[in-house]
């Protein structure tokens, strides 16, 4: 298992960004897709956005295109998620996630390892 320190959340006027990073602890780290999910208060977790294991597969879910930015540093063992024109409903814990395997196309939401996440308020 991948373990998985988030860090970057805080309270933010809507309109404003934040920068999430997770440090992972895994040596094969540049072998695995990682993901970053979020659960808002009262609601089932959620993908954000995944970045494949080779750097050049990136997915995002529909309510995040074009304002959030996933990507990696392999060299760092890091994955970031910048977070632009964020609104109210972007409120959330932020987990960053690795996929049982190493090598996968994609990341689900069963079986990962997961950090303990970051918080994330956007103030109205």
């Known amino acids: 298992q991948v373990q998985l320190v988030e860090s970057g959340g805080g309270l933010v006027q809507t309109g404003g960004s934040l920068r999430l990073s997770c440090a992972a602890s895994a040596r094969t780290f540049s072998t695995y897709t990682m993901g970053w999910f979020r659960q808002g208060p009262g609601k089932e977790r959620e993908f954000v956005a995944a970045i494949s294991w080779t750097g050049n597969r990136i997915s995002y879910a529909d309510s995040v295109k074009g304002r959030f930015t996933i990507s990696r540093d392999n060299a760092k063992n890091t994955v970031n998620l910048q977070m632009n024109s964020l609104k109210p409903e972007d409120t959330a814990v932020y987990y960053c996630?690795?996929?049982?395997?190493?090598?996968?196309?994609?990341?689900?939401?069963?079986?990962?390892?997961w950090g303990k996440g970051t918080l994330v308020t956007v103030s109205s």
């Open positions: 996630a690795a996929p049982p395997q190493p090598y996968t196309a994609s990341i689900g939401i069963n079986g990962n390892s």
